[in-house]
């Protein structure tokens, strides 16, 4: 724990049972925690592909925390972020992600590791979970011009009703 920062609590995983289920307890949870004046600081996630590791193991679930001003700050004196300015959201990504899978120690090889894909998946959240403070997304479906909100965090895949 840092100094002079007071603890919050924390999500709990998302909850078992049903899709609907889940989004809807987790809908009344944070509903629940904004009337309490708790802050939300970790967001499970889902990747696309998933980080595959040295043994073949695909790993696609994990969980990012919301980013300090420190975790923003340190990249910048990193020798690599400073060759080559595009490397800062790898060092960015790797402080934040606190689980992968059964990786507890996530860093920048790791995360030069992902897919494509799946990188550009974990940019996105971090700017929605840090400046949004959701992991929801506003869509329109291209056949019936209907809007609705999807949850970027996952759980099924893409087409899945």
Do not use: K, W
């Amino acid at each position: 724990m840092r100094r002079g920062i007071p603890p919050v609590a924390t999500a709990p995983p998302p909850a078992a049972g049903g899709r609907e289920g889940g989004r809807e307890r987790e809908r009344d949870r944070d509903r629940n925690r904004a009337e309490e004046g708790l802050l939300r600081t970790e967001f499970a996630f889902e990747l696309p592909r998933g980080y595959v590791d040295p043994s073949g193991t695909v790993h696609r679930s994990g969980v990012m925390r919301l980013a300090t001003a420190r975790d923003e700050l340190v990249p910048l004196r990193d020798d690599r972020v400073r060759e080559n300015s595009a490397y800062l959201s790898v060092v960015l990504i790797s402080r934040v992600i606190t689980r992968l899978g059964t990786i507890e120690d996530i860093h920048p090889g790791v995360v030069e590791d992902l897919f494509a894909s799946d990188l550009a998946f974990l940019q996105d959240f971090y700017r929605r979970i840090n400046s949004e403070g959701h992991t929801r997304a506003a869509v329109t479906c291209p056949s019936c011009r209907e809007g609705f909100t999807v949850d970027l965090a996952g759980g099924g895949r893409l087409g899945e009703s």
